[in-house]
């Protein structure tokens, strides 16, 4: 079970850290990742880490502006978005799946879904 919190109203130019709680004993062994999605648009893919964050994946839509991160003591995987801007007002979702060393930028390689946290950026 994925749970995501730190969602919520903030104001253009504001930061926000997305924390996505994982339940079970074998957190360490997954992918994870970061999407959104808007009303009436698609998924989109943020970010996403392997077990050990060895290895990450960014949109390059983002341009430097999110940071993708996991405390596996933890069983938590993080998202810091900076700058925000009125155009990231979406539903966040995080995403994981054994970790099979792949690549993992794409919603279609995760397996389980959390339900998501409301992100609202007002300008």
């Known amino acids: 079970q994925l749970v995501e919190s730190g969602g919520g109203l903030v104001q253009a130019g504001d930061s926000l850290r997305l924390s996505c709680l994982a339940s079970g004993r074998t957190f360490s062994r997954y992918a994870m990742g970061w999407f959104r999605q808007a009303p009436g648009k698609e998924r989109e893919f943020l970010a996403a880490?392997?077990?050990?964050?060895?290895?990450?994946w960014y949109a390059n839509s983002l341009k430097g502006r999110f940071t993708i991160s996991r405390d596996n003591a933890k069983n938590t995987v993080y998202l810091q978005m900076n700058f925000l801007k009125p155009e990231d007002t979406a539903v966040y979702l995080c995403?994981?799946?054994?970790?099979?060393?792949?690549?993992?930028?794409?919603?279609?390689?995760?397996?389980?879904w959390g339900q998501g946290t409301q992100v609202t950026v007002s300008s």
């Open positions: 995403a994981a799946v054994m970790d099979s060393g792949g690549s993992y930028y794409y919603a279609e390689a995760f397996e389980f």
């Open positions: 880490l392997t077990w050990n964050g060895g290895s990450t």
